[in-house]
């Protein structure tokens, strides 16, 4: 009897002490007096966050714990950080680390890059970059991810990245920039690259469709490299083939692709491109809903603007670059090329033919990018005005536009009610569809490069009401993080990694505008990545804890 009172009370003693070391226990951070929006959609919350070897070690109320650093939110939402469905490239942060804060004045600790295109694969062929990157100082000396994530982790980066493979990337590697389909050898050489990809930790194979060489794929081709992806338990995430009269139709290929491949699908920036296709959009919506209730796991992303963004060149019918950008344009100046391409344009709508979208009105679509110093003065311009300033004809203006190269302009195609309709789906996220961009070297950019999230978060939550604040953070958060496989990431609960955003609802905005789109956001007071503060308290540190996230299979 002494025996088993004494074990009794030596069990009284031990769990006596628990809640004194519980209570006593230390964070490297703490937030305090939080409104958590935990990313899963539920709604909001008071609590405090505790922070401990770059995780969310505890949530709820922590007065007890000491802390190497407290962050008084002040009654602010405290968020998960914002994950970018499709970030553009990674090459920025190589080149310049500095374009992170493009992302972080977003409140966006991840990113997703590779549309068509990748860094890797390489080959002697695709390592000669443009005389614009060489200036830039970019010299592809990998040939692999496994070799590129290294030399990205040397430099560093502020924020998480994850990688797709481009599959125009791996038709450049195995067949050029020719529209030709490949042998059965070839194709198999193909999807070895696109195995390789996975192998070293790229997330998903992507396409982009309506650029070449990448529209030269036929639906048969990439069936067989989606299905090199999925044995490596990749996703699928594509351009569509059409944005506009044929979305539908476009849509039905991206599905097929998924039931066939055994493959989730992920639509990057949908929409419904061309004033008489904006109805198509209920019905594109539609057609996810549909697939999904079949059992085909299918999701899309949007942009909050209605100016999209592509190259100038893009106006023109894929088929004239077969044999390649460069020997199209080389023949560009061929006055009667330039006929055939005109009635080409405005007369034909077999493919996606952007200038029928504005409406066939140049001063629709306005330049957000050059390739020549000496066109700086155009950014800003429609190709209207670029005409009237040359005292040319427009359509003389296009094509010397063209001809000079590196022309990205932004065309209005879209309208509000797609945005607001996209945004109350229950699978769309969020994208930027930009790269990590510097406003003191860069030219000139569009301005979701700098303002997509706090867009949302201003002018469809907060002004329209649209959908609700938990909602849109839900859609910046768990569902993208859900559906790249980071299963760690996009909701404030214990154990997650401390990827977090601190902001005011009623403050923050976007600024960046297409006249003036170098600007950054306002708005988002702290941004941790890692547990570590790269924005605090307004301020940008001098730290790079973000992470290049290989696909955790």
């Known amino acids: 009897m002494i025996r088993r009172f004494g074990l009794v009370m030596a069990l009284v003693a031990l769990f006596a002490v628990v809640p004194v070391q519980l209570a006593a226990q230390s964070y490297d951070v703490i937030i305090r ?25 505890a949530v709820g109320k922590l007065q007890a714990g000491g802390a190497g650093r407290v962050i008084d939110a002040q009654g602010r939402t405290v968020a998960p950080g914002f994950i970018d469905m499709m970030g553009g490239s990674s090459i920025p ?31 002697e062929r695709t390592i000669r970059v443009s005389p614009e990157d060489e200036e830039r100082g970019l010299r592809i000396t990998w040939r692999t991810f496994e070799q590129f994530f290294p030399e990205l982790e040397r430099v560093g980066v502020a924020l998480n990245v994850v990688h797709n493979v481009g599959a125009a990337q791996v038709r450049r590697v195995v067949l050029g920039d020719e529209d030709v389909a490949p042998t059965a ?113 299918v999701t899309a992303d949007i942009y909050p603007y209605i100016r999209n963004g592509i190259g100038l060149g893009s106006f023109i019918h894929p088929k004239h670059y077969a044999r390649g950008a460069q020997a199209f344009l080389a023949r560009l100046p061929d ?17 996606e033919n952007w200038y029928q979208h504005v409406g066939k009105d140049w001063g629709n679509v306005l330049i957000t990018g050059v390739g020549r110093k000496e066109d700086l003065q155009y950014i800003g311009k429609s190709v209207k005005e670029v005409a009237a300033i040359q005292r040319t004809d427009v359509w003389q203006a296009f094509f010397d536009l063209v001809q000079a190269g590196g022309v990205g302009v932004a065309p209005r195609s879209m309208n509000e009610e797609q945005k607001r309709e996209a945004l109350r789906a229950p699978f769309v996220s969020i994208d930027c569809d930009a790269s990590p961009t510097n406003p003191q070297t860069a030219a000139s950019a569009h301005p979701r490069a700098f303002g997509t999230f706090p867009r949302v978060l201003a002018k469809y939550v907060r002004e329209e009401r649209v959908i609700p604040l938990e909602e849109a953070i839900r859609k910046m958060t768990s569902l993208p993080a859900n559906r790249l496989g980071l299963w760690n990431r996009g909701r404030i609960s214990p154990g997650m990694m401390a990827d977090l955003v601190i902001f005011d609802p009623e403050k923050v905005q976007d600024l960046a505008t297409f006249e003036k789109p170098l600007v950054y956001s306002v708005g988002i007071d702290y941004v941790l990545v890692g547990g570590r503060p790269v924005i605090d308290d307004g301020r940008l540190m001098e730290i790079r804890p973000g992470e290049i996230i290989r696909a955790n299979r």
């Open 33 to 57: 007096n939080g409104r958590i929006v935990d990313g899963a959609g539920n709604p909001w919350f008071f609590a405090d966050v505790g922070i401990r070897d770059g995780k969310i070690a």
């Open 93 to 123: 942060l190589f080149l310049d680390p500095a374009t992170a804060e493009s992302k972080l004045r977003q409140g966006i600790t991840t990113i997703l890059v590779g549309e068509g295109g990748s860094v890797a694969p390489q080959n």
């Open 185 to 297: 050898d070839q194709l198999a050489r193909m999807k070895e690259h696109v195995a390789e990809a996975m192998r070293h930790g790229a997330v998903g194979l992507s396409t982009a469709l309506i650029y070449p060489p990448g529209s030269y794929a036929g639906t048969e081709e990439l069936i067989e490299l989606a299905r090199a992806a999925a044995e490596h338990g990749g996703i699928y995430l594509t351009h569509l083939r059409n944005e506009s009269s044929q979305v539908l139709s476009a849509m039905d290929e991206a599905i097929r692709i998924g039931r066939e491949a055994g493959i989730p699908v992920h639509i990057f920036h949908l929409k419904a491109a061309g004033q008489k296709n904006w109805p198509l959009m209920t019905r594109a919506l539609q057609k996810i809903a549909d697939a999904r209730r079949e059992g085909i796991d």
């Open 335 to 351: 006055p009667k090329l330039r006929a055939e391409v005109r009635r080409e344009i405005e007369r034909t709508s077999d493919w």
